[in-house]
């Protein structure tokens, strides 16, 4: 079992619907989560930082669920520009800092 | 600007010759990373630096070497490239100081072929 697992996707989605991806992780000692975002095989750039409170960034939500050890992204009102591959990310500064495990990202196509 | 950088952006070689790829972040980061990012392999991790001189293997180290001699450099360093290192590789800088909130920034990537 991979230790960070994401939904496999593509999801493919009407522009102004609203989308979910799920993270699962294995390690129950991950302290840090992340949701990153990656256009086109160019480099990743973080779209938010996952709280426990959960958190939302304009049309976006993240939400962590430390019980079932999953993490997971909302998109509401989805634009064509949010095409993209949605990749999660967790750590553990705790124990092991420079250590981070990616899953293999979940590709959403927004169409008019 | 703050950015990270990495040259060249992309390579082409041929088996067995030895080859580095240099990253280098401005925004005096503690760590540094590199990784690989294969279709259906997602992006993994090969080598991670916490500090200058301070370097620890990642999932995927084998076939390559990292050397942290400055904080802001952490180049790559393929002794004998076979074609399994055919990949897409991406550096990337961190903070660091076990913030739990330790956002990683990439460089560009540099996409190599090895024939």
């Known amino acids: 079992r991979k230790e960070v697992e994401q939904d496999p996707g593509p999801f493919n989605v009407p522009e102004g619907a609203t989308v979910a991806f799920n993270c699962t992780y294995s390690?129950?000692?991950?302290?840090?989560f992340f949701w990153y975002r990656q256009d086109c095989r160019k480099e990743p750039k973080l779209l938010m930082s996952v709280y426990s409170s959960g958190n939302e960034d304009g049309r976006f939500t993240a939400q962590l669920n430390r019980a079932s050890q999953y993490i997971s992204l909302l998109i509401r009102d989805s634009k064509l520009s949010d095409s993209a591959t949605y990749l999660c990310a967790v750590k553990n500064p705790n124990t092991n800092a420079g250590k981070s495990t990616f899953g293999d990202g979940t590709t959403l196509t927004v169409k008019p | 600007e703050a950015q990270v950088t990495q040259n060249p952006r992309y390579l082409i070689t041929v088996t067995g010759k030895k080859l580095t790829v240099t990253c280098s972040q401005n925004?005096?980061?503690?760590?540094m990373s590199w990784y690989r990012q294969d279709p259906g392999l997602g992006l993994r991790q090969i080598y991670y630096?916490?500090?200058?001189?301070?370097?620890d293997k990642g999932d995927v180290p084998e076939g390559y070497k990292v050397s942290r001699k400055e904080k802001r450099n952490f180049p790559l360093i393929l002794e004998s490239p076979s074609p399994n290192q055919t990949s897409l590789y991406f550096c990337?800088?961190?903070?660091?100081?076990?913030?739990?909130?330790?956002?990683?920034?990439f460089g560009p990537g540099t996409r190599l072929t090895v024939l």
């Open positions: 630096s916490m500090n200058v001189e301070v370097t």
């Open positions: 990337a800088s961190s903070l660091g100081q076990g913030a739990q909130t330790d956002t990683q920034y």
């Open positions: 390690n129950s000692a991950s302290q840090s």
């Open positions: 925004m005096n980061h503690e760590y």
